[in-house]
Nanobody, 124 residues
Framework: QVQLVESGGGLVQPGGSLRLSCASSGGAFSQTVMAWFRQTPGKEREFVAAIGWNGDNTRYADSVQGRFTISRDNIKNMVFLQMDSLKPEDTAVYYC?????????????????WGQGTQVTVSS
């Protein structure tokens, strides 16, 4: 059973940066599409970014394109989300997710593995 553990969340001022990490254990990480989602109270979970098996393919939500960068390390079994130029509307709980599909899909329902989430708060 794949287990995912996020870290790196916190409080940051608007315009600042944070780097989220997600450590994976218990599965074939190099054959898993990895993604980040986020959710705020009262709203549906939102796709943020996804990365393919070898890291060559990435996909981003329009709201974070150009500001966030997803990457992975298949030796360390980790995926990262570098978040720059943060805005108050980026405030959310961020979740790491994994899927054994090959496509970089945005629907949360296709992702089988989920972490517990890490809080990101952007505020002055």
């Amino acid at each position: 059973q794949v287990q995912l553990v996020e870290s790196g969340g916190g409080l940051v001022q608007p315009g600042g940066s944070l780097r989220l990490s997600c450590a994976s254990s218990g599965g074939a990480f190099s054959q898993t599409v990895m993604a980040w989602f986020r959710q705020t109270p009262g709203k549906e979970r939102e796709f943020v970014a996804a990365i393919g098996w070898n890291g060559d393919n990435t996909r981003y939500a329009d709201s974070v394109q150009g500001r966030f960068t997803i990457s992975r390390d298949n030796i360390k079994n980790m995926v990262f989300l570098q978040m720059d130029s943060l805005k108050p509307e980026d405030t959310a709980v961020y979740y790491c997710a994994g899927s054994r599909t090959y496509q970089l899909l945005t629907q949360g329902t296709v992702y089988r593995f989920w972490g517990q989430g890490t809080q990101v708060t952007v505020s002055s």
